[in-house]
């Protein structure tokens, strides 16, 4: 089983950034995917950015395109988002997730096995 921590959320103005980290462990550690997903106050799960673990694909929502970005350190296990130009809808709890099965595109949720806590974003107007 892989155990998945975030860290890096918190409270920042509007136009300003934050960079998410997602810590990975386990033995050993094997993602076919890596992705982020944010859930905001009565609204579902939403796929935000992810990437091929051990290749070159990434898919980022529309929404957030130009703005975050999604990348990784193999050697680290960590996956990170680089959030700029946060706006107010971007306010949320962020979850990191992982794929142990390929098969699923990186957006399919239900593709997704492990998750971390969650870290609140928060982005004031």
């Known amino acids: 089983q892989v155990q998945l921590v975030e860290s890096g959320g918190g409270l920042v103005q509007a136009g300003g950034s934050l960079r998410l980290s997602c810590a990975a462990s386990?033995?050993?550690?094997?993602?076919?995917?890596m992705g982020w997903f944010r859930q905001a106050p009565g609204k579902e799960r939403d796929f935000v950015a992810g990437?091929?673990?051990?290749?070159?694909?990434?898919a980022v929502v529309d929404s957030v395109k130009g703005r975050f970005t999604v990348s990784r350190d193999n050697a680290k296990n960590t996956l990170y988002l680089q959030m700029n130009s946060l706006k107010p809808d971007d306010t949320a709890v962020y979850y990191c997730?992982?794929?142990?099965?390929?098969?699923?595109?990186?957006?399919?949720?239900?593709?997704?096995?492990?998750w971390g806590q969650g870290t609140q974003v928060t982005v004031s107007s």
């Open positions: 997730a992982a794929q142990s099965r390929s098969g699923y595109s990186i957006n399919d949720v239900s593709g997704y096995d492990d």
């Open positions: 386990g033995r050993p550690f094997s993602a076919y995917a």
């Open positions: 990437l091929v673990w051990s290749g070159s694909s990434t």
